[in-house]
């Protein structure tokens, strides 16, 4: 059974930065491509970042790109999601996922390329 856990959501002042953590078990997470979405109240849950299994490709969303960072670390089958220059539009719950297939490489921005998801962490972002 894969599990996701995602942490390190909390309440931030606008310009202030967040580090969230997804946690992966039941998968070989090295050969897996994980991805960051968010959901806002009333709207749809977008794509934030993506990085693919080797960790050689990164893809953003273009409201975050230059101010978010993703990474993985699989010693400890986890992926991070470095966010800085945190904004209010930025106030969602946060998901991370992991793809369908090992090995996958390809657009990792819709979210049906995914097949586990995470609970959720709550990112709140005050002006």
């Known amino acids: 059974q894969v599990q996701l856990v995602e942490s390190g959501g909390r309440l931030a002042q606008a310009g202030g930065s967040l580090r969230l953590s997804c946690a992966a078990s039941?998968?070989?997470?090295?050969?897996?491509?994980i991805g960051w979405f968010r959901q806002a109240p009333g709207k749809e849950r977008e794509f934030v970042a993506a990085i693919n299994w080797s960790g050689g490709s990164l893809y953003y969303a273009d409201s975050v790109k230059g101010r978010f960072t993703i990474s993985r670390d699989n010693a400890k089958n986890t992926v991070y999601l470095q966010m800085n220059s945190l904004k209010p539009e930025d106030t969602a719950v946060y998901y991370c996922?992991?793809?369908?297939?090992?090995?996958?490489?390809?657009?990792?921005?819709?979210?049906?390329?995914?097949?586990?998801w995470g609970q959720g962490t709550q990112v709140t972002v005050s002006s």
């Open positions: 039941g998968r070989t997470f090295s050969t897996y491509s």
């Open positions: 996922a992991v793809a369908r297939l090992q090995f996958y490489s390809g657009s990792l921005q819709v979210a049906t390329e995914y097949d586990y």
